[in-house]
């Protein structure tokens, strides 16, 4: 009865809300880039099973603050509801751990803002084992009606080993009771607790769900439900609307409070990210943990193209070695300090997650190691965040994982500093590339091809200057597309104009090219053929087929103007096989066409990263310079060797005119010279990282 009583409350409450939503959300909607997150943060997991006893027994808020001081932190997320669905303060709805006797949430938030330091609440959404238990109606179903699982198997016998990260799934659609539990659960915080935000988890586990209530609300709206893409689309946009209400309630109460939705930031070809969920967020934080997820080289792009969107970025990654919320498992002090100020160069505030005992005691080693990287932070932080990327060169976004960081590692490793493209930003390019899917529409293809005839300078692989039938190319690269070859791989041979440093004999592609028919192009590179396709009845030696003696009739690589065009996606071949020899092919290619780059850095080891940031608020640039190689060991890799780095030299034109130029940390005066608007520095040696400030008129 008090439930129903309640959902009443909340409907009007909502009601009234929408009508007073624009003065609300105003306050509390996404916030500008020059003001960014608390630069020095935790995420503190606590997924305790109710079978576990004395909860908190050993929290001291001396101690609980000793660690945050310790370790530097002025912001750490707190939990409120973990996974098992136990609560960590009294509650009339939800279920507090029964192991726990006093409101260790709220004393959390005590002990926080008594030394000034912010504690968003933590709030899980997609599992929530128990009440999957008790509500298996709430569940996520498959089609054939059966919950949906993550690593789970329904039928195991208790004494069997449990999988890591295994849980039911959630049903948190708009459309479901699950979502109105979880309204009811968030205004009871509001309304007893000073709260500074909230971190909502886990949305990214599954793309459709075929539960009643889901099944009830695709019925309304026309849904085919033997599409799966419209099922995903419906789900999604039922994911939004929840996000939407939680925004809501949540700036009703506290207007200034940050609300951040997990894996909404995550660049992948999921309605998730195609529908934008991301703009339900205040600010977008990067979840990630380099040793074992998606590796060093994946926050320069996720950052990159945050940032491009106007809003604040936090880098997150863990204190963990393998995974994330592993019970002792440390990742070297150095590692977290490199990290970190990747994390600062890049423009993004730093997070790094912990796991809390049972006991509630905090691990002091844990923010020992934190502390070290961020007594580092302080030295910087006021030169990254805050910042925009700049650069006059582009990559399209195309969402296929391999053709985007294909690129993006080509060109870390050769120093190209980059920004993502769009529609917005082309005007602002001098070059732009596109990786090799056929992700355009008529309407961008139209946009890029007249940007190229007035002056813009393109680099394509592929599909990508594809349609969507993949039968005609949509832009204008001047050739024809004839076919898809015959061969499962091929060789190139590179004439001189684009052989620097290459080999003169054909080399390797692992797949083949596409063929195609120059018009008004110049050919660059051709395609040598194999004799065979290595099967059964036809093969040669231990691998792929030898190449004829002559070259085909099709081109690799061809100039068209100020268009290059790459018959081969060598972005995948680059993201699968490394080959050094088609890097060098694509750097042969953008320094044909690339003239004016704000950034160039020489000397600089391939493992070593760079990033410009434009601080205008500040009137300053700040070019970061990062180097400590991932080294691969086992399954993970390790951060380990900071080896001095002499010999840099630094290159950047900007607009302004450069009034002074100094080295952080420290802040040692640097000699430039100039050339028009060209600013040269020689960069001291440094180890690990340094950046170099230019303050501008």
Same mark, same amino acid.
């Given at each position: ?24 959300l ?11 997150m608390?630069?020095?943060q ?16 050993r ?9 945050l ?6 912001h ?12 960590y $303060? ?31 609440l ?6 929530? +084992? ?11 179903? #498959?089609q #054939?009606?059966?919950?949906? *699982?993550l690593n789970?198997d ?7 080993v ?5 849980w ?7 459309s ?17 607790y ?6 909502f988890?886990i $949305? ?8 009643? /209530? ?13 599409d ?21 309630l ?12 997990n894996?909404?930031?995550?660049l ?19 979840? #990630?943990l380099?040793t ?18 106007g ?13 994330w919320g ?25 997070n ?10 905090m691990?002091?080693?844990? $923010?020992?190691?934190?502390?070290? +990287? /961020? ?22 976004? *195309?969402l ?17 500093d ?5 529609m917005?930003?082309?005007?602002q390019?001098e ?9 355009l529409?008529?309407?961008? +293809? ?5 940007w ?5 300078r393109?680099?394509v692989?592929?599909?990508g ?25 091929d ?16 080399f390797?592609? $692992? ?12 050919a ?14 036809h ?14 009739? /099709? ?8 268009v ?10 680059y ?15 953008? #320094?044909r ?22 601080q ?12 400590s ?7 993970v890799?390790v ?9 840099v030299?630094?290159e ?9 130029? /100094? ?8 000699k430039?010279s100039?050339?028009?608007k ?18 501008y008129?």
């Open positions: 009865m008090k439930r129903v009583n309640f959902f009443k409350v909340m409907s009007i409450k909502i009601i009234l809300m929408m009508h007073f939503l624009p003065g609300i105003s306050a509390q909607s996404q916030r500008n880039i020059d003001q960014p608390p630069t020095r935790v995420h503190l997991d606590f997924h305790t099973s109710e079978l576990i006893p004395e909860i908190g027994a929290f001291d808020k001396e101690q609980w603050q000793e660690a001081k310790v370790g530097r932190i002025n750490i997320n707190i939990f409120a509801k973990g996974h098992h669905s136990m609560s $303060y009294p509650t009339k709805i939800g279920t507090m751990h029964p192991h726990l006797d006093f409101d260790l949430m709220g004393a959390q938030i005590e002990a926080c803002h008594e030394i000034g330091v912010k504690c968003p933590y709030f899980t959404v997609g599992w929530s +084992a128990n009440e999957a238990e008790a509500h298996p109606e709430w569940c996520m179903r #498959d #054939d009606g059966s919950i949906r *699982t789970l329904q039928f195991a016998e208790p004494q069997e449990r999988p890591h990260y295994s039911k799934c959630m049903c948190s659609a708009s479901g009771p699950y979502h109105q539990y979880i309204l009811q659960q968030v205004e009871e915080i509001c309304r007893n000073k709260v500074d935000g909230f971190w988890d $949305y990214h586990i599954k793309e459709t769900c075929y539960c009643q /209530y889901c099944l009830e609300r695709m019925i309304k709206e026309g849904v085919d439900l033997e799966e893409e419209a099922v995903s689309t419906s789900m999604t946009l039922a994911i939004k609307d929840h996000m939407k209400q939680l925004r809501e949540v700036a009703g109460y506290f207007p200034e409070a940050t609300v951040y939705f894996a909404t930031t995550r992948e070809d999921k309605q998730i990210f195609k529908q934008r969920l991301y703009d339900m967020n205040t600010h977008q934080d990067l979840e #990630d380099p074992t997820w998606g590796g060093y080289d994946k926050l320069p792009l996720d950052a990159k193209y945050h940032l491009g969107q809003v604040p970025v936090t880098g997150m990654s863990g204190k963990f070695h393998k995974a592993e019970f002792g498992g440390f990742k070297h002090p150095d590692a977290i300090k490199y990290e970190a100020a990747a994390m600062i160069s890049f423009g993004a505030s730093c790094f997650g912990d796991q809390l005992h049972p006991s509630g005691e691990d002091m080693e844990t $923010y020992r190691n934190i502390g070290e +990287a /961020y007594q580092y932070v302080e030295q910087i932080e006021d030169y990254g965040p805050g910042g925009i990327p700049v650069s006059r060169l582009g990559m399209w976004l *195309t296929d994982e391999a053709a985007d960081h294909g690129v993006v590692r080509m060109l870390l490793e050769m120093h190209y980059f920004i993502p493209a769009n917005d930003n082309l005007n390019l070059l732009l590339i596109i990786p090799s899917r056929n992700c529409d008529d309407e961008e +293809a139209q946009a890029i091809n007249e190229v005839a007035g002056g813009g393109l680099i692989f592929r599909d200057a594809l349609n969507q039938e993949k039968n005609e190319f949509i832009l204008n690269i001047g050739a024809d597309f004839a076919e898809i070859s015959p061969y499962h791989f060789y190139t041979v590179a004439e001189p104009e684009i052989g620097e440093n290459l080999v003169s004999t054909p390797l592609n $692992y797949e083949a090219g596409l063929r195609i028919t120059p018009q008004a192009a110049e660059l590179a051709w395609i040598r053929e194999p004799y065979f396709n290595r099967t059964y009845g093969y040669s030696s231990h691998r792929e087929t030898p190449y004829q003696l002559e070259n085909s009739s /099709y081109p690799a690589v061809i100039q068209h103007g100020n290059i065009y790459f018959a081969h996606h060598l972005d995948k071949l993201y699968e096989h490394a080959v050094r020899l088609h890097r060098e092919l694509m750097k042969n290619a953008i #320094d066409l690339y003239q004016n780059p704000m950034l160039k850095v020489n000397n600089l080891p391939s493992a070593g990263r760079v990033s410009l940031l434009h205008q608020h500040k009137a300053r640039y700040v070019a970061h310079l990062l180097y190689p991932a080294l691969q060991r086992g399954e890799q951060i380990e060797d900071f080896l001095p780095v002499p010999g030299e630094i950047v034109a900007v607009p302004e005119k450069v009034t002074r130029v /100094y080295q952080v940390p420290g802040g040692e005066e640097l430039f100039r050339v028009g060209l600013i040269k520095i020689e960069v001291p040696e440094f180890t690990m990282h340094s950046g170099v400030v230019l303050e008129q």
